[in-house]
Nanobody
């Protein structure tokens, strides 16, 4: 019923920047927390950043000071600004959102993933 569509990934050089976006579609009453996760080759999926409905944010230590998560509630969209990228940031990035339908039913959904490849 609700879908998350990600975009913005690609190939960038170390030190470069990317901006990922994730837009939720469907009849949504509210979205609570949204977040970004990533999974590097041969590694487990890890939390990158989260943002609550009131704008409170949390970041993995590895990305603090370099990445910024933000959201546009009017567009049901979450963004991740990735600056000062390092090769170790290379991963498939997934967005996540939880919220509630107009019916009152809660949901949690994942995006399809977008590849960020940091390489010279």
């Amino acid at each position: 019923q609700v879908q998350l569509v990600e975009s913005g990934g690609g190939l960038v050089q170390p030190g470069g920047s990317l901006r990922l976006s994730c837009a939720a579609s469907g009849r949504i009453f509210s979205i609570n927390a949204m977040g970004w996760y990533r999974q590097a080759p041969g590694k487990e999926r890890e939390v990158v950043a989260k943002i609550t409905g009131d704008g409170s944010t949390n970041y993995a230590d590895s990305v603090k000071g370099r990445f910024t998560i933000s959201r546009d509630n009017a567009k049901n969209t979450v963004y991740l600004q990735l600056n000062s990228l390092k090769p170790e940031d290379t991963a498939v990035y997934y967005c996540n959102a939880d919220g509630r339908y107009y019916s009152g039913t809660s949901f949690e959904v994942w995006g399809q993933g977008t590849l960020v490849n940091v390489s010279s």
